[in-house]
């Protein structure tokens, strides 16, 4: 049961193909590379597919009182761009005591050249089933918009090593 769905469309400065390589890689280290200054570590149990379990260790301060992001892969469609994790637990952080379940879906859509625009949805459950208020609700979209405006501003920085 969802109590509650969240949208937004982040533009981005960066091609799709190229946040596509970088953000959503099946390789941890360049997933790290992607998040460097906001993710301190990245890893998979599993071999990066769907199944595979991924751990985000978040820098001191960078996500908030967030410390760690787990999930796990669901789909990873190559040819559509698009990522879904489900079993998403956040540890630290008001919004994580709040949340039964967390699921996240990131669409990567071409934008024009040199530009994308991530179509990020967040669907929750809550603990006592209610919906999230608005102001808890934009806190928990802004972390996952903040993780991709960070591998954007990486991968603009850094592009060769994501090609």
Same mark, same amino acid.
């Given at each position: 049961?969802?109590?509650?769905?969240?949208?937004? =469309?982040?533009?981005?400065?960066?091609?799709?193909?190229?946040?596509?390589?970088?953000?959503?890689?099946? +390789?941890?280290?360049?997933? $790290?590379?992607?998040?460097?200054?906001?993710? =301190?570590?990245?890893?998979?149990?599993? +071999?990066?597919?769907?199944?595979?379990?991924?751990?985000?260790?978040?820098?001191?301060?960078?996500?908030?009182?967030?410390?760690?992001?787990?999930?796990?892969?669901?789909?990873? +469609?190559?040819?559509?761009?698009?990522?879904?994790?489900?079993?998403?637990?956040?540890?630290?952080?008001?919004?994580?005591? $709040?949340?039964?379940? $967390?699921?996240?879906? /990131?669409?990567?859509?071409?934008?024009?050249?040199?530009?994308? /625009?991530?179509? !990020?949805? /967040?669907?929750?459950?809550?603990?006592?089933?209610?919906?999230?208020?608005?102001? +808890? $609700?934009?806190?928990?979209?802004?972390?996952? /918009?903040?993780? !991709?405006?960070?591998?954007?501003?990486?991968?603009?920085?850094?592009?060769?090593?994501?090609?």
């Amino acid at each position: 049961m969802v109590a509650g769905s969240i949208a937004e =469309d982040v533009a981005m400065a960066v091609p799709a193909e190229l946040l596509w390589k970088g953000a959503f890689s099946p +390789d941890a280290s360049t997933v $790290q590379k992607a998040f460097a200054g906001m993710v =301190d570590a990245v890893e998979f149990d599993g +071999d990066g597919g769907p199944g595979s379990l991924v751990t985000m260790k978040f820098g001191p301060g960078a996500m908030g009182e967030a410390t760690l992001l787990k999930s796990r892969l669901v789909a990873r +469609d190559h040819a559509a761009r698009v990522i879904s994790r489900d079993e998403v637990v956040v540890e630290g952080g008001a919004a994580a005591t $709040q949340l039964r379940s $967390q699921a996240v879906r /990131v669409k990567v859509v071409p934008a024009g050249e040199g530009a994308c /625009v991530a179509k !990020v949805t /967040v669907e929750y459950e809550r603990l006592d089933g209610a919906a999230l208020l608005p102001e +808890d $609700q934009a806190k928990l979209v802004k972390g996952y /918009v903040g993780l !991709v405006k960070k591998a954007e501003a990486n991968l603009a920085a850094r592009p060769g090593e994501f090609a």
